[in-house]
């Protein structure tokens, strides 16, 4: 059936108010939906993750450390070499001062400066491996006066945390030269350098340990 010209106007009326009718949040269209950009991408969350495991473990062998420390009557034990204060004060130093050197880094890659980069992370692997060539002497004079993981408790607790302390910063010193030899490659730039950032991340976690344990272990 045709419908007649008053019956189409009609029509029209009715389309043309349902458009001008605002609908549950108003007459205006509703904005596009972004997607939630994550806090955090899989890298750094993987990192977070692992110092938190590390953590973790650590403070369970300051616990071990602590309960033997507090129950002894005489610590450092008698007849037992004492730990090289001031030898591994200045060790302390050199440490602190690569977490300076990664932070320069850091900020050199944000500015584009690879270049810069390379030289900072150079620097602040050659400040680490020192650290442990220091430890490593430091270890053989320990040992060479009796001082050993087997002699007592107090040696054991000793190369177990200052130990795994400088394993630590072993897996810390790979991981800056891999980093190195990507930015040497160009994989990094001011918009991407997530490499840098995760391997600053875990060694500053290295970094900022250790004066907690050289307080706790050489000083306490």
């Given at each position: ?14 389309s043309?108010?349902?458009l ?41 062998l ?18 037992q ?13 050199i ?18 400066a ?28 320990l ?14 607790l000793?190369y ?22 990507q ?38």
């Amino acid at each position: 059936m045709v419908k007649s010209s008053a019956a189409r106007k009609l029509d029209d009326t009715t389309s043309a108010a349902e458009l001008r009718r605002p609908g549950f949040g108003g007459g205006d269209p509703p904005p596009p939906v972004r997607p939630n950009a994550p806090v955090l991408n899989n890298a750094h969350l993987a990192v977070l993750m692992l110092l938190g495991a590390e953590v973790m473990f650590f403070a369970g062998l300051i616990g071990a450390f602590l309960v033997f420390r507090l129950s002894a009557a005489v610590w450092p034990p008698p007849f037992q070499p004492r730990l090289p204060v001031g030898m591994t004060g200045v060790n302390t130093a050199i440490l602190l001062a690569s977490a300076v050197t990664m932070h320069l880094g850091i900020r050199a890659v944000r500015t584009g400066a690879v270049a810069t980069l390379i030289r900072q992370l150079t620097i602040t692997a050659l400040l680490g491996s020192l650290f442990l060539v220091i430890q490593g002497y430091e270890w053989i004079r320990l040992i060479h006066f009796g001082l050993t993981a087997s002699s007592s408790i107090y040696g054991g607790l000793f190369y177990a945390l200052i130990g795994a302390h400088g394993v630590h910063v072993l897996c810390g010193l790979i991981w800056l030269f891999l980093v190195r030899m990507q930015a040497r490659r160009g994989r990094f730039s001011k918009i991407r350098y997530v490499g840098v950032q995760t391997s600053a991340m875990y060694w500053t976690f290295v970094v900022a340990l250790w004066p907690v344990l050289y307080g706790l272990v050489y000083l306490y």
